[in-house]
C-alpha cells in the first residue's frame, strides 16, 4: 500500500529538487529521491523535463543524477546507462553555449557519462566510491596489467572531475562574496559530491602507483608519473581554495593534501601516504536547515519510520497515541494546531494536484 504513495511522493521530490530557479538543490528533496531501489521513477519524470533548452534545469539535474549515483541503489547504474548517449549529444549541445550554465553543463554531463563508464567497467567499486585497501587489491585480480589499466581509467574518471571542479571555479567572480549568493551556491553546490569523489580517486591512484612501481621499472612508468604530478597540484589548489570558501565551511571539512607529492621511487615512502579524509560534520545543514548525512538504500519499513518520524515532528510523539489530545502538545494551543491541519489540508490538496497532472501527462 506504501509503495504507489511514496512514489508519487518521490515524483513530487525531483520535480522540486529539478526546477529553473538558480539556487542550490534542497537537500531534503535529493534525499528523498534516494528512497528506491532503482532510478525508473527518476528517469520517468526526468524524460519529460526540457533539459535541452534550459541550462539550470540541466545543472541542477547532473547534480542530483550524480549524487543518485553516488548513494543511490546499485539498481541506479543499471537503470541509468541506456541514457548514455542522450547524455552525450545534450553535452555536445550545450558545449556550443559559451556563456552562463552552458559549459558547466557540458562538462558535468561528460563526467556523469565517464562515471557511468568507470563504475560498469569496474562493477566492484561502489557509487561513493568507498573500499577498504583489500578490496582495491581485490579490483585488480592480482594482475599488474589490471592495475596499469585501472590506473589509467582512474586519472580518466579525475581528469572529468577536476575540469568541473575548475571550470566551476572560473565561472564565478572570486572578488565577491560568490558563496552566500543564492546563484553563487547553485553553481557550487554539486562540488561537494565532486570533492568526496576526488578524495578517492587520489587516494587510490597513490596506492596503485606505489603498488606498480613494485613490479614495473621506473621508467615504464613515467607518463602515470607526470599525469599523477599534473593532477596533484590541480587538486591541491582547488582542495585550499574550495576550504576557504564560506559556503564549505559549515557543510564540510575539506582535507589538505601534502605539500609535496608522494615519491614513487622510493618505496618506504607508502608509509608517509595519509588517505584524504573528507568529514561532513553530524550538525552540518544545508540552506533549507536539512542535515546533509550519507544515505544509504531504505525498505519499505524505514520508508514508513521516515513518514512517521516527520509526522511525529510537527503533532509531537504523543498524537499517533491519542489524535484528539491537543491540551500540550509541543507547546501549541487548539487554535495554532487548527491552523497548522488547515495548512496541511492545503499541502496534500496541492499534491493531490500534482499527482493527477502527472497522471493526466502519463496517459497523453
Known amino acids: 500500500m ?5 512514489s508519487v511522493f518521490q515524483t513530487v521530490s525531483i520535480n522540486k529538487a529539478i526546477n529553473t530557479q538558480e539556487v542550490a538543490v534542497k537537500e531534503k528533496h535529493a534525499r ?35 549524487k543518485l549515483l553516488r548513494d543511490g541503489h546499485p539498481n541506479v547504474l543499471k537503470d541509468s546507462v541506456r541514457y548514455k548517449n542522450e547524455l552525450n549529444d545534450m553535452s555536445r549541445m550545450w558545449s556550443h553555449l559559451s556563456e552562463g550554465y552552458g559549459q558547466l553543463c557540458s562538462i ?10 568507470f563504475h560498469t567497467k569496474n562493477p566492484r567499486f561502489p557509487g561513493n566510491l568507498q573500499m577498504s585497501d583489500r578490496q582495491l587489491d581485490e579490483a585488480g585480480e592480482n594482475d599488474v596489467n589490471n592495475f596499469f589499466q585501472l590506473t589509467v581509467e582512474m586519472f580518466d574518471y579525475l581528469e572529468c572531475e577536476l575540469n568541473l571542479f575548475q571550470t566551476v571555479f572560473s565561472s564565478l567572480d572570486m572578488s565577491r562574496s560568490v558563496s552566500v549568493t543564492a546563484t553563487g551556491q547553485c553553481r557550487l553546490a554539486p562540488l561537494i559530491q565532486v570533492i568526496l569523489d576526488c578524495s578517492h580517486l587520489y587516494d587510490y591512484t597513490v596506492k596503485l602507483l606505489f603498488k606498480l612501481h613494485s613490479c614495473l621499472p621506473a621508467d615504464t612508468l613515467q607518463g602515470h608519473r607526470d599525469r599523477f ?16 570558501l564560506q559556503y564549505f565551511k559549515r557543510l564540510i571539512q575539506i582535507p589538505q593534501l ?33 542535515p546533509i548525512t550519507d544515505l544509504v538504500e531504505t525498505d ?14 510537527i503533532f509531537g510523539s504523543s498524537f499517533s497515541n491519542d489524535p484528539f489530545n491537543f491540551s500540550s502538545q509541543n507547546g501549541m494551543n487548539k487554535d495554532d494546531k487548527d491552523r497548522l491541519i488547515e495548512q ?6 496541492a499534491l493531490k ?7 493526466a501527462e502519463v496517459s497523453m
Open 300 to 313: 519499505t519499513a524505514s520508508q514508513q519510520s521516515l513518514f512517521d518520524n516527520k509526522f511525529d515532528d
Open 353 to 359: 494536484e500534482e499527482l493527477e497532472n502527472f497522471k
Open 229 to 244: 604530478l599534473e593532477q596533484f597540484r590541480k587538486l591541491k589548489d582547488l582542495f585550499y581554495r574550495s576550504s576557504n
Open 258 to 290: 601534502p605539500e609535496n607529492p608522494p615519491n614513487f621511487l622510493r618505496a618506504s615512502a607508502l608509509s608517509e601516504h595519509i588517505s584524504p579524509v573528507v568529514v561532513i560534520p553530524a550538525e552540518a545543514s544545508s540552506p533549507d536547515s536539512e
Open 108 to 117: 558535468y554531463l561528460k563526467l556523469l557519462r565517464t562515471k557511468m563508464e
Open 344 to 349: 496541511l489540508y492545503q499541502e496534500i490538496s
Open 32 to 66: 528523498n529521491i534516494l528512497f528506491r531501489k532503482g532510478a525508473q521513477t527518476f528517469w520517468s519524470v526526468v524524460n519529460r523535463l526540457p533539459l535541452s533548452s534550459n541550462a539550470v534545469l540541466c545543472w541542477k539535474f547532473c547534480h542530483v543524477f550524480h
Open 2 to 6: 506504501l509503495t504507489y504513495p511514496f
